[in-house]
């Protein structure tokens, strides 16, 4: 298990706050049209996957669904935004999503620098219930990765709809966000057969209430792929950074055992 790892569970939430185009003056948006070649909204697409790169520090694929939830986007409107980025070459589509191309990155950042947010990236309060565990049996190959991502991206659960995945160097993580915004759920799988399951909300009864449902429903679903059980081995709950103090409700670990 991550014995060494220092858990930044704002890294695992998805409750970006995207763009408010409002805080753009008339002149703004023509200075972005003049200077990028962008609209307003295709500014807002470029803003929040960016900043989900650099939040993840990975290399970030997020759905057309997950767009038009975590963006609040009317859908006609989304799809012309990102067909335009796609043929900038600023967005291209991935096996599970939309992520930024080089010229995509480059872009943001010069956006970011020039049309800098007034706002925090994160709502202000993010409570994460974090639990942690192992893959039981014998260490995970390239092929098990493979078929847990294909099996389980686009997947929904119960109220969690499929947004995203990032791939990193030696484990990648699935993201769900729930049906009115207000909860995001992450899962890590890697390095070898730990895992890091993660839901985030900023009210703390949120984050924790759909915990063991997902739970089990990613148990079961893994299960099912490898035929090896999930062991959950940890149970914490964080209020941005900070680690709370609670009595832990053993049933958790327990539940899906």
Do not use: C
């Not at 909204?41 to 767009?67: A, M, P, R, W």
């Not at 309060?125 to 390239?142: A, D, F, I, W």
């Not at 729930?178 to 909300?201: H, K, Q, R, Y």
Request: aromatic letters at 10%; zero cysteines.
């Amino acid at each position: 298990m991550k014995d060494n790892l220092v858990i930044d569970p704002l890294k695992y939430s998805q409750l970006i706050k995207p763009l408010d185009t409002r805080n753009l003056s008339s002149q703004d948006i023509q200075k972005l049209y003049i200077d990028e070649s962008l609209t307003d909204l295709e500014y807002v697409i470029l803003d929040y996957i960016g900043n989900t790169v650099d939040l993840k520090l990975g290399e970030v694929e997020i759905s057309f669904q997950g767009l038009k939830r975590l963006t609040n986007i009317h859908q006609a409107k989304l799809t012309k935004a990102i067909n335009r980025l796609v043929e900038k070459d600023m967005l291209k589509k991935g096996d599970a999503g939309y992520k930024l191309t080089d010229i995509g990155y480059v872009v943001f950042q010069r956006l970011l620098r020039n049309y800098n947010r007034q706002e925090s990236i994160l709502p202000k309060n993010v409570y994460s219930s974090v639990v942690e565990g192992e893959v039981q049996g014998p260490p995970l190959s390239e092929n098990d990765y493979q078929l847990i991502a294909k099996k389980l991206v686009g997947k929904w659960f119960g109220q969690f709809r499929f947004t995203s995945k990032t791939q990193y160097e030696n484990s990648f993580e699935l993201g769900w966000v729930s049906v009115n915004g207000g909860i995001s759920a992450t899962l890590i799988i890697g390095p070898e057969n730990d895992f890091t399951l993660t839901t985030s909300a900023s009210i703390y009864d949120e984050a924790t209430s759909e915990l063991q449902l997902l739970m089990n429903h990613l148990s079961n679903s893994i299960e099912e792929i490898i035929d090896a059980p999930l062991i959950y081995e940890s149970y914490n709950v964080y209020e941005n950074r900070k680690e709370l103090k609670i009595e832990l409700d053993n049933a958790i670990l327990a539940y899906a055992r």
